[in-house]
């Protein structure tokens, strides 16, 4: 149950009711938002449902629990001492990933039909890569953030989580103002997809661009510049950003020790850091704006690796380049989605990400379940 942190029953209008679980991140009224930190344990329960939890429950989803999360959604492994690690349903042995592991695991592990999440730096993406589910970070911006944690953040995107395309599209269609179910589903026949070379895994890289093959889209490869600076530049944002929104709380000495670490250090982003990566931000942006003139999508590895083990993870192997290729689009805030595709030689499904142009989390999802289609095949 480290998924969850609570079960709940809240919304639905029948046994047919789909079942959602919510990100430890997000406001429900009369329960505590403690981002699964023991530093906001005492927090006073939220009087208020976040907008996108009121919009669920008016358009009869059934909300099944809270879930469980990287403490203050500030880490990638996943892994949480003080309410429990979340167990990777696709490796028991292997990290989650973060920092929305539990709304991944909940998942895949058939708690719910669909699940919540956050991505600041690929905390949507990389759950669902490492557990072998779908997960949409959409346009920054295109679902709202009222009533999430922290409140201010020029990266964040509230999204989810799912098995199939058909309920990430309907949970979409809940959130989103405006999202077109039709052409997200409609599966984008012609559609044309750019195969960005990038540094993953042999395996992984053949196993995506197989799965763009067998789905019969047009496709060409290319270079995008500016990944690794974009890479740098996010971590930027964010360590100013969480240490604005959660630094205060190293004073009270109930953060796990691996995260006060990291607050500590992000206290120390200067504001020339944070120009550079803004300077950073515009030119990457417009790299891959550049890209997609000509292209509808763009697709690569959504992870360069698989999960690290538990056993790794508590060793001290690092997993900062785990998001080498999902938080560059937090930067430039471009819709992204990670689908699972099998990989020859091994039982572990790796992630396969779909990038769009700002505004058309529908093509993206189209491209998506056309693929989802062809696997399935």
């Given at each position: ?135 949409l970070k959409p346009t920054f911006g295109r679902v709202s ?68 093959r067998k789905a019969e889209l047009a496709m060409t490869s ?156």
């Amino acid at each position: 149950m480290s998924a969850l942190l609570q079960q709940l029953s809240i919304g639905g209008n029948g046994p047919a009711s789909p079942t959602i679980v919510i990100k430890d991140s997000i406001d429900i009224a009369g329960y505590r938002t403690s981002g699964a930190s023991r530093a906001l344990a005492d927090v006073a329960p939220a009087q208020h449902h976040a907008e996108v939890v009121e919009r669920l429950i008016g358009r009869g989803w059934k909300i099944v629990g809270k879930a469980n999360m990287h403490e203050l959604a500030f880490g990638m492994t996943g892994m949480n001492e003080y309410t429990g690690t979340p167990v990777n349903p696709q490796d028991a042995s292997r990290i989650p990933g973060g920092s929305s592991s539990g709304s991944a695991v909940a998942v895949g592990a058939g708690m719910a039909d669909a699940a919540l999440g956050t991505d600041t730096g690929g905390s949507i993406r990389g759950p669902a890569a490492c557990c072998g589910v779908i997960g949409l970070k959409p346009t920054f911006g295109r679902v709202s953030r009222i009533g999430v944690a922290p409140a201010q953040s020029t990266l964040d995107c509230v999204g989810p989580f799912a098995r199939d395309m058909r309920t990430i599209a309907l949970a979409m269609s809940a959130i989103s103002e405006g999202f077109n179910v039709l052409v997200a589903q409609n599966g984008a026949p012609a559609a044309r997809v750019g195969i960005v070379r990038a540094d993953a895994r042999r395996d992984i890289s053949e196993a995506v661009e197989a799965a763009v093959r067998k789905a019969e889209l047009a496709m060409t490869s290319l270079e995008l510049a500016g990944l690794a600076d974009a890479f740098t530049a996010g971590l930027s944002i964010i360590n100013r950003e969480t240490s604005r929104a959660f630094g205060h709380l190293v004073e009270t000495g109930h953060l796990q020790p691996d995260l006060e670490a990291r607050l500590r250090a992000a206290a120390n982003t200067s504001d020339e850091d944070v120009a550079r990566a803004e300077q950073v931000r515009r030119r990457f942006t417009q790299n891959v704006d550049e890209a997609l003139k000509d292209l509808d999508v763009l697709v690569m590895p959504t992870l360069p690796d698989f999960p690290i083990t538990l056993e790794q993870a508590r060793n001290g192997t690092s997993v900062i380049a785990m998001s080498s290729l999902i938080r560059p689009f937090n930067l430039s805030g471009h819709p992204a989605l990670s689908l699972p595709v099998a990989v020859p030689g091994t039982t572990l499904k790796a992630g396969l990400q779909i990038v769009g142009r700002h505004g058309a989390d529908e093509l993206v999802c189209a491209v998506a379940s056309r693929i989802e289609a062809a696997l399935a095949a």
